[in-house]
C-alpha cells in the first residue's frame, strides 16, 4: 500500500471515529439537576440526596446505546480488516472504539452499583500503584494533605482575594488568552454559563466560566494555563491532524493524561497555588473513602466540619457521586489531575534523562493517552502525524524546564527524611 492510499484509509476510518462518538456527553449524562439539590436543603441536608436509576431514567440520553456500540464495534472490526493487527494508528483507533464501548455501558448504568465499577475500569482506583510495590493514588493524596496543613494560610503566601465576578472575568481571560492563540480563525472564546457546575469547563474553542462567581487573578491565570494552554489547546492541535484526525477527541484514558498536562502547566508556569492543589488533595480523599463505602452524606458532613460552607461542601461531593447513587460508589475521574500529572512529570524526567526532548512537544498534537507516545511517535516520523501549532507559553523553549528535570533526576533519589531529621534544628 502507497503512503498516499495508507494514510486516506487512517483518515477515512478517523472520522468515523470523531462522528460515531459526538453525542457522547458524558458529564452532562450524569450531572445532577437544581432540583436534586433543592430537596437536599429543603431536608436540612441530613438525608441522602433523591438521586437513583429512576432519576436518570427521566433523564434519558439522546441516542441509542445498543446502535451506538454497534457502530464502534463495526469500525473496530474495519480498522482491523483494512489496517491489520499491528499498524500503528489502526492500535490506537481499536483502542478508543473498545473505550468508547465501556463509555456507553457506564451510561447505560447510571444509577446502579455498575456505574461506579465501571467508572472505576475507566478512570482508575484511589488506590491504583504508581509502580510495582509503590505508592498508591491515596497515598499521593495524603501527602499532599499533610503538606498544605503544614502551609495553611502562612503571612508569606500572597493572598487571593475573590474579587473578581464573572462577567469581568470572562473579559480579562479573553485579553490574555488572544495574547496565546493569535489566529483569528482559532480563536478561543471565553463566555459565561450557568450550567456548569465547576468554576470553568473547556470545549473545542471555548471556555466557560460559572455565572454569579468571583474570582481572583490567581483563579483566572490557572485556568488560563489548565483550560486555555492545554485543554483547548490539544483539541485545536487535534482538530488540525490531516490524517489523525481522532486526536481532536478524547477517551478516559487520555482524560487521565489530559489533566495531568494541565496540573504540569499550571504548577511549572508557576500559576498554581496551595488552595488549588487542597480541591484536588480533598477529590483524592474524597474518592477513597467513597470506595471504603462512605455515602454522600458522610462526605458532604466531613467537608462541613471541616469548615466548608453548605454550598461548597454540597458541589464539592456531587463531584463525587453524579452518575452513580449516595450509596453506591463513586465517579472516580477526579483522580486523573493527581494521577495524571504524576505520569506527566514522570514523562518529562525520563525524556530528558534519555535525551528525548522531540517527544515532549508530541504530548500536545492532541488528546492522547501517554501509553501511546510510542505509537504516536511512529506516527509522526511517517508523516502521519503533525507536530503542534500550539504549545504552553512555557515549553516554547525547553532549555529552564530542562534544567529543572536534569537536577529533578537526581533529587528524587534523595532520602527525604533523612534530610528531614538533619535539617530538624534548622527547621524547627
Known amino acids: 500500500m ?132 509503590g505508592p498508591t493514588v491515596a497515598d499521593l493524596g495524603m501527602l499532599l494533605d499533610g503538606s498544605l496543613r503544614n502551609i495553611g494560610e502562612g503571612v508569606f503566601l500572597e493572598k487571593n482575594p475573590k474579587d473578581i465576578p464573572t462577567r469581568a472575568a470572562v473579559t480579562l481571560l479573553q485579553q490574555w488568552l488572544d495574547r496565546v492563540f493569535t489566529d483569528p480563525a482559532a480563536r478561543v472564546r471565553v463566555m459565561e454559563s450557568d450550567g456548569i457546575v465547576a468554576d470553568a469547563a473547556a470545549g473545542s474553542d471555548y471556555i466557560k466560566l ?100 453548605a454550598e461548597e461542601a454540597y458541589s464539592a461531593t456531587v463531584r463525587i457521586f453524579r452518575g452513580s447513587t449516595p450509596e453506591e460508589g463513586p465517579f472516580t475521574k477526579d483522580l486523573a489531575y493527581s494521577k495524571g500529572f504524576v505520569l506527566v512529570y514522570n514523562f518529562f524526567r525520563l525524556a530528558v534523562r534519555r535525551g528525548r526532548l522531540d517527544r515532549i512537544p508530541l504530548l500536545f498534537c492532541g488528546k492522547l493517552a501517554i501509553e501511546d507516545m510510542g505509537t504516536l511517535a511512529q506516527l509522526a516520523e511517517a508523516g502521519l502525524v503533525k507536530s503542534p501549532k500550539y504549545l504552553p507559553p512555557p515549553l516554547v523553549d525547553l532549555n529552564a524546564l530542562t534544567a529543572w528535570m536534569a537536577y529533578s533526576n537526581f533529587l528524587n533519589q534523595i532520602d527525604l527524611i533523612q534530610i528531614d531529621a538533619d535539617f530538624a534544628p534548622i527547621l524547627d
Not at 448504568?109 to 455498575?114: D, E
Not at 504548577?267 to 496551595?274: D, L
Request: charge should be neutral.
Open 2 to 133: 502507497n503512503k498516499e492510499k495508507h494514510s486516506e484509509i487512517i483518515r477515512q476510518l478517523s472520522d468515523r471515529i470523531v462522528t460515531a462518538q459526538a453525542p457522547i456527553r458524558i458529564l452532562d449524562a450524569i450531572k445532577w439537576d437544581d432540583s436534586v439539590q433543592q430537596a437536599f436543603f429543603a431536608h436540612g441536608g441530613r438525608c441522602q440526596p433523591e438521586v437513583n436509576a429512576a432519576y436518570y431514567d427521566r433523564n434519558p440520553l439522546k441516542y441509542d446505546i445498543n446502535a451506538l456500540r454497534k457502530t464502534f464495534r463495526e469500525i473496530e472490526a474495519d480498522v482491523v480488516a483494512k489496517l491489520g493487527q499491528s499498524e500503528a494508528a489502526g492500535n490506537i483507533m481499536c483502542r478508543m472504539c473498545r473505550e468508547y464501548r465501556r463509555v456507553l455501558d457506564m451510561l447505560a448504568a447510571r444509577g446502579t452499583p455498575a456505574f461506579a465499577e465501571i467508572a472505576r475500569e475507566l478512570y482508575g482506583s484511589s488506590i491504583d500503584v504508581f509502580h510495582v510495590g
Open 210 to 309: 460559572r455565572a454569579n462567581t468571583c474570582f481572583s487573578e490567581r483563579d483566572l491565570r490557572a485556568l488560563e494555563a489548565h483550560e486555555g494552554w492545554v485543554h483547548v489547546g490539544t483539541t485545536l492541535n487535534g482538530s488540525l491532524q490531516p490524517t489523525c484526525t481522532f486526536l481532536s477527541k478524547g477517551t478516559p484514558a487520555d482524560t487521565i493524561t489530559q489533566e495531568g498536562l494541565a496540573v504540569f502547566i499550571e504548577v511549572v508556569s508557576f500559576n498554581s497555588h496551595p488552595a488549588r492543589l487542597r480541591r484536588i488533595a480533598d477529590r483524592i480523599r474524597a474518592i477513597h473513602l467513597a470506595e471504603q463505602g462512605a455515602t454522600f452524606l458522610d462526605i458532604f458532613t466531613l467537608l462541613r466540619d471541616e469548615g466548608r460552607s
